[in-house]
């Protein structure tokens, strides 16, 4: 008799301990841990240098980065924990529950929105880039008012990833954000100097020959979907003052 109930006491025990086992990215039961997430800028585009926007600009233009967090059991792209945070900060951070042991694939997205002081949690504020259907399929937005533009900073996009295996307890990862597009900027040296000389400035205008990728997947830091038209570049150019 001790036998038998010493042996229904285990099997007990192992069905608690299977119901307890988490599912998926169900993070909300026992045994999971903290980590915290870093994401953060590269440190050429906190500055004015040329080299990308000024963050100080962000605030005085309304505007703001909307940080965007997803993590995947590695080889699940259909399950995510999605985290977002707005900040005119260089760098954010998420604190996230895992569970030990697993893998994991870490996906970040960062963009620039309109400052929006009565955002609730779960909201809609893709404004350049789509991102509803998951950091897998970060797609352009079409919208007539906000049409891609070659010299738009407000454009600026930022992305990385990073595969974590057999995740452990009580850590820091720290994620570097870096531009996943090509940026053109015409940068002129010599307007002042022209004008100095009474040369009038006009319009001049570029076409670009080529379609655009209007998808990215972040997951794996590749664009697809060559079909969003680019837009014609306006830039300055001298003519003489005399011509008409």
Not at 14 to 32: F, H, R, Y
Not at 58 to 80: Q, S
Request: net charge negative; aromatic share 12%.
């Amino acid at each position: 008799m001790k036998a038998k109930f010493l042996a229904l006491a285990a099997l007990v025990l192992g069905l608690v301990s299977c119901q307890n086992e988490p599912e998926g990215l169900d993070v909300n039961v026992g045994g999971n841990q903290l980590v915290n997430f870093a994401v953060g800028l590269p440190e050429a585009t906190r500055t004015s240098s040329g080299t990308g926007f000024d963050l100080e600009t962000l605030e005085a233009n309304k505007l703001e980065l909307r940080y965007i967090l997803e993590i995947y059991v590695e080889g699940d792209t259909e399950n995510r924990i999605r985290k977002e945070a707005f900040s005119t900060d260089s760098q954010v951070v998420f604190p996230v529950r895992l569970i030990p042991g697993r893998n994991y694939r870490v996906v970040a997205w960062t963009d620039i929105v309109p400052e929006d002081a009565n955002r609730t949690e779960g909201g809609d504020y893709d404004y350049y880039y789509e991102t509803s259907a998951g950091l897998t399929a970060v797609t352009i937005v079409e919208n007539t008012e906000i049409k891609w533009n070659a010299m738009d900073e407000k454009r600026d996009a930022f992305t990385a990833f990073q595969t974590i295996n057999n995740f452990s307890a009580n850590t820091t990862i720290n994620l570097t954000l870096y531009r996943p597009f090509a940026k053109i900027r015409v940068v002129s040296t010599d307007i002042k100097d022209m004008e100095d000389l009474g040369i009038e400035l006009g319009t001049g205008e570029v076409e670009y020959g080529y379609d655009m990728n209007r998808k990215f997947n972040a997951y794996y830091g590749t664009s697809s979907d060559a079909s969003y038209k680019a837009h014609a570049l306006a830039y300055p150019t001298p003519y003489a003052a005399s011509n008409d």
